[in-house]
Structures are given as C-alpha cells and as structure tokens.
C-alpha cells in the first residue's frame, strides 16, 4: 500500500519568514496530494492540492510542488503569520472509487512574533 | 456548507466494554472513513467504506469493526475496548470524483 513520509515534524519560523514541509510517498500510481492544516482542538481542513497532471499550484502565500519523477510533494508557506501556527498534514491517494488518504505523521509549524 | 457530524466529542469507556462511535454526513458521499489520531504518528485509516454495506480494511483494522447501513451513516464499533485505544478518532466523507476529505469534529475516547 501506499506510505507517506512527512518532514520535519516540527518547524519554527519567526514571523515573515518563509516555511517548508515535505513529504515522500511510495505508490506511484497516486495522483492527488493535499494539504491539511489542523489548528489546535479543530478538525483537519484542506488548505490547497495539486493533482498529479500539474507541477506547481499556487494559492495566495501557499504553494505546492510537486516532482513525481522524485515521488515527493512540498508546502510552502511565504510572510507566515501568528495563525499559521498549526499542524500541517499532507497525503496521498488515488482519485476514483474507493479512493483513500494515505497521510503523513503531521509537521507543527510554530510562527513566532 | 458539508457537514460531518460525530456523535460525541469526548467518552470515557471501561476496558471490556462495547464503544460505539457514529459519524453522519449530510452531502450524499459515497466514502467514507474512520481514522485515528495520535502524537507524532499522524492519521492512520482503521476501515472505510466506498457504499452502502461495503467496507474495506484499511491499516490498523484490528479490534476494530465498522457498519454502514445508510449512505449517510458510518459506525465504528470497538468490539471491546482496550486501553491501548484510548485516542481521537476521526471520521471524514469524500465523493470519489472531488477525492478531497471532509473530516467530522472527532471524538476524544479514553479508555480506562
């Protein structure tokens, strides 16, 4: 099955900087890789994803790439603020019936003021 | 606006016990999931559930059972729980032509 390997588990940034996480996966028949933030005591939500026909996906200070020929996927978070402090997970999966996420084990993102 | 609802935030089961866990959504997904969360090892998928009585292990099926009876409803059920599942457990909805993941509030079990 599919494995998603996630870095690092933790990243501290100091306000404005810029962030970066990064994760691997192993099945490459997968073809969709999302993002998810998770604040403290909230539900995962979908920030940005990107789909295995596109390299590069940008949304406002958040972007994501994508190598397949490498099988690895990152974040990047530009000018981070107080309330990207989270847990960030990505994952992987297969688009079609009885698609599943395959995530990563999580990155906490600290932006310090 | 997607809504995945569980039925309860937080419980506290006696090891031995029969737990029930239940996650409605309300957009007509076809899947569905039940995840469990837990420091430093992220969401790992227990069972899910691309129809209505179907149901697929996923990596971490045992001690676990699920039901899914209606398309909106999908039960995890811990046959008899073990400390060792004190957890939060995540549930989440997805149509298989979007593929993203609509995640429940979960449900913080403690098993004592």
């Known amino acids: 099955g599919e494995n998603v390997e996630q870095h690092p588990s933790t990243l501290s940034v100091q306000e404005g900087d810029s962030a970066v996480i990064k994760c691997t996966y192993s099945d490459s028949a997968s073809n969709y890789f999302p993002w998810y933030k998770q604040e403290l005591g909230k539900r995962p939500q979908l920030i940005i994803d990107i789909r295995s026909n596109v390299g590069e996906k940008k949304d406002q200070r958040i972007a994501v790439t994508l190598n397949k020929t490498a099988k690895h996927f990152s974040l990047h978070i530009t000018e981070t603020q107080p309330e990207d402090s989270a847990v960030y997970f990505c994952?992987?999966?297969?688009?079609?019936?009885?698609?599943?996420?395959?995530f990563g084990t999580g990155t906490r993102l600290q932006v310090t003021l | 606006d997607v809504k995945v609802t569980q039925s309860s935030r937080y419980l506290v089961k006696r090891t031995g016990e029969k737990v029930f866990l239940e996650c409605v959504q309300d957009?007509?997904?076809?899947?569905m999931f039940w995840y469990r969360q837990d420091p430093g090892l992220g969401l790992r998928l227990i069972y899910f559930s691309y129809d209505v009585k179907m149901k697929e292990k996923g990596d971490i099926p045992e001690g676990y059972s699920v039901s899914r009876e209606k398309k909106e409803r999908f039960s995890l059920i811990l046959e008899s729980a073990s400390t060792n599942q004190t957890s939060m457990y995540l549930c989440a909805s997805s149509s298989p032509g979007q593929a993203e993941a609509f995640f429940g509030q979960g449900t913080r079990l403690t098993v004592v």
């Open positions: 994952a992987a999966s297969k688009t079609g019936t009885a698609s599943k996420l395959t």
């Open positions: 957009m007509d997904h076809e899947n």
